[in-house]
């Protein structure tokens, strides 16, 4: 038998770059878990992951069913019209089954914890947003160099 050493973990920093159900969800999950086991987190949205904290489309997120190898589902069919919609449906059944909470209300919940929930400066530039476009859980609009500095000695966990 050899002795491991465990390493405690006090701070994530999750960055989210992807704007559909795939791209979110596993970064809400991460900072909730980190958050229920006492461990400090900040999320991160940058690029399309803008989405999810985005007024006008928080609500609308779907899952990407063109080139999304994990669905199992022929790229041609997932172009489909109707088929994202349809696609999209099926999980969001499916997680609350589980009691996955949809988006709105899961950044809610982490916001309630007291992680942080920021948005990258230059991504909000360049798709032309500000603060008033986001959605009232965001603490801050914040360069990469000051996520950085929140940042540090956290895990960065990059979904």
């Not at 038998?1 to 405690?8: E, K, N, P, R």
């Not at 999209?88 to 988006?103: F, Q, V």
């Not at 500000?130 to 979904?159: H, M, N, P, W």
Request: proline fraction near 5%; include cysteine.
């Amino acid at each position: 038998m050899s002795d491991t050493a465990t390493t405690t973990i006090e701070k994530v920093s999750v960055i989210v770059s992807k704007g559909s159900l795939e791209g979110i969800y596993p970064a809400l999950i991460m900072a909730n878990g980190a958050r229920a086991e006492g461990i400090e987190a900040d999320l991160f949205f940058t690029f399309f992951g803008l989405d999810a904290i985005t007024k006008q489309r928080w609500e609308h997120i779907k899952l990407a069913t063109v080139g999304n190898p994990g669905l199992h589902l022929p790229t041609l069919l997932g172009g489909l019209p109707g088929v994202p919609d349809l696609v999209t449906r099926s999980m969001t059944r499916k997680m609350d089954k589980l009691d996955i909470p949809p988006i709105p209300e899961f950044i809610e919940m982490i916001a309630d914890t007291g992680a942080g929930i920021y948005a990258c400066k230059a991504s909000v530039d360049l798709f032309e947003l500000g603060k008033d476009d986001l959605v009232e859980q965001v603490q801050g609009i914040i360069t990469v160099g000051e996520f950085y500095g929140r940042a540090a000695g956290s895990q960065i966990i990059y979904t």
